[in-house]
């Protein structure tokens, strides 16, 4: 995890950012667990080893901390790094970079559970997921469509629309096998497997944009 996701939500800077860090895992398990309305900050606060206070002081509120454990699983998988595009890595070996970042990211337990919930979540109203939305799929896409951008300029990729390119990349990337993982009737890709889709999909990806 990244040291700018364990910068304070609010001014100041946090004490221990160990405990940051602790409240924060604790908060990923127990919303898994028991859902959002189900995760008290004293079940948090309790899970992470630390007052209720300091998660008070690292997190204005239950809200903030719900945004920021997504953005930390994100993180995790697909730092704000891997997104920019140095002179002296290809493309290819970027994008592969990213797509399995994304692969894991998607394919992990805590994904594919959250977005279990969120969908349970669609009918009732719930603004949580806007909240899911914002903070992890929307974040790692913005992040792609400025890449993707970059690229085109250097004229490594020929592109109109880096939003709707970003979207085939991930898309490409998820395929049928996600949509299986998450009802139940697949396992995720692994090892070999996992590998293959990921150089497959990049492939193709480069052979639809290339210039």
Known sequence: MTDKLLQPAGPGRPKDLSKRRAILDAAKGLFLRNGYDGSSMDAIAAEAGVSKLTVYNHFTDKETLFSAAIEA?????LPELLFELPDDVPLESQLVEIARGFLTLVNSRESVEMHRMMISLASQGSK?????????????QE???????????????SLNDPHLAADHFFSLLKGGAHFRLLIGCAEPLTGDAAERHVQESVQLFLRAYRP
């Open 143 to 157: 992040e792609m469509e400025v890449l993707l951008h970059k690229a085109a300029k250097r004229g490594l990729l």
């Open 128 to 140: 949580l997921s806007q909240m899911f939305y914002e903070a992890g799929p929307k974040r790692i």
């Open 73 to 77: 699983k994100c993180e995790e998988q």
